[in-house]
């Protein structure tokens, strides 16, 4: 079975400022789909941005940007420029394509503040 | 296009009652998903569903519990006999169908959530 393991329970970033949310995870398939979601207190989720995993390229959307390192199993979200709205819980999720159904793994949650 | 409709946004029950949570997915979308989420922790699947099909139920307590996704009208959660322990956040998710297969690996779009208190 797939684990997602996100060891950051709580971050805090100045605003403008970057910040890198850690995720990894644990698989023994080749294909697969990585994202991050955003949960705001509204508990909407939200997602931010996605990677396949046969594309080596890392994901981009406008300040949000992956390192995806699959050797490593690793699936970090950098967040650039972080704006007081980016405050929220963010979940990374594994997703399989090898087998029937496409249910999401979660990870706990990150819990991202963000400092005016 | 209206995005994945849940209803009710808060339910409030007594421990022993029966809980039915509704899931209305975005136009076009025969997929839905049923997810819970405890206080503090991640989203946990629970089940998949097709129209008038269980797919994968797998994340599913095996009593009390049952989920369905008729022809017609929204996807139902229902929980018999709730406990407190039954005290969370539940999503929901849609999404449309593959073009290739009976699957569906597209994108999921999440409902607000139904947050069910058990007294």
């Known amino acids: 079975a797939q684990t997602v393991t996100q060891s950051q329970p709580e971050m805090s970033v100045q605003e403008a400022e970057t910040v890198t949310l850690s995720c990894t995870y644990d698989?023994?398939?080749?294909?697969?789909?990585l994202f991050w979601y955003k949960q705001p207190p509204s508990r909407q989720m939200i997602l931010v941005i996605r990677q396949e995993a046969y594309k080596q390229q890392n994901a981009t959307e406008n300040r949000f940007s992956v390192n995806f390192q699959k050797a490593a199993k690793s699936f970090s979200l950098k967040i650039s420029d972080s704006q007081l709205g980016d405050a929220a819980m963010y979940f990374c999720a594994y997703r399989s394509v090898e087998t029937s159904g496409s249910r999401l793994t979660f990870g706990e949650g990150t819990q991202l503040t963000v400092n005016p | 296009n209206a995005g994945v409709m849940q209803n009710p946004r808060h339910l409030v029950r007594r421990r022993g009652q029966e809980a039915r949570l509704r899931c209305s997915p975005m136009k076009g979308h025969s997929h839905v998903y049923w997810y819970r989420q405890l206080p503090e922790e991640g989203l946990k699947f629970m089940v998949y569903?097709?129209?008038?099909?269980?797919?994968?139920e797998s994340g599913m307590p095996k009593e009390r519990f049952s989920a369905e996704f008729p022809k017609e009208g929204p996807s139902i959660l229902r929980i018999q006999q709730v406990v407190r322990g039954d005290s969370a956040a539940y999503f929901c998710?849609?999404?449309?169908?593959?073009?290739?297969?009976?699957?569906?690996?597209?994108?999921?779009?999440f409902g607000p959530g139904t947050r069910l208190t058990v007294l």
């Open positions: 698989t023994s398939e080749s294909d697969y789909y």
């Open positions: 569903l097709q129209k008038e099909n269980i797919i994968d």
């Open positions: 998710a849609s999404s449309p169908p593959d073009r290739w297969n009976g699957y569906s690996y597209n994108e999921q779009f």
